[in-house]
């Protein structure tokens, strides 16, 4: 997905740059720096991180799950091959995401796919459905199905109230 990402203009981000003196102030520092420098990368990942910020507060021992973590990786990455992602944090946090999902999908699906080995059992995770969405569709019939005979079932108690009142009475 990275390789499709089209590179950001280095003239527009130098003008982002100078609009923005708070952003440029954080993060400026980064653009200046040459590819080989080593301390660059390490700034990308501190600037990048989109869960456990440095200038976030964080409970005290809540550490970041697997998801907080493969989305801050795949930032990090996308930011190392496009600098300028830094600087439009909502669309870098959509592709982390998107990314972090697509990686996290095919993992848990191969291991649970492994631990059932060879035997003609389900995976304990359900597929993913891309394609008209089968099951959402099956679930929706499913339910008004039950809704429907939970209120001819009703219908069928409230004809039969009248006449159970009646026989009361008498």
Request: proline content about 4%.
């Amino acid at each position: 997905m990275a390789p499709t990402l089209p590179k950001s203009d280095l003239n527009e981000v130098k003008e982002l740059l100078k609009n923005n003196k708070k952003l440029a102030k954080m993060i400026g520092h980064i653009f200046e720096m040459s590819d080989d420098d080593p301390h660059k990368e390490e700034e990308i990942r501190k600037y990048s991180a989109i869960y456990g910020r440095f200038d976030s507060k964080r409970k005290d021992g809540k550490h970041l799950t697997l998801h907080e973590l493969t989305v801050n990786e795949a930032a990090a990455q996308l930011c190392v091959k496009d600098n300028a992602l830094l600087t439009r944090r909502d669309e870098l946090f959509a592709l982390a995401r998107q990314i972090s999902l697509e990686v996290t999908y095919k993992y848990t699906y191969r291991t649970t796919k492994s631990k059932c080995g060879e035997r003609d059992e389900l995976s304990p995770k359900r597929i993913k459905v891309e394609d008209g969405f089968p099951d959402f569709q099956d679930s929706m019939q499913t339910l008004f199905q039950q809704a429907r005979a939970k209120s001819e079932e009703l219908a069928a108690l409230s004809s039969q109230q009248p006449e159970k009142v009646m026989a009361k009475q008498m």
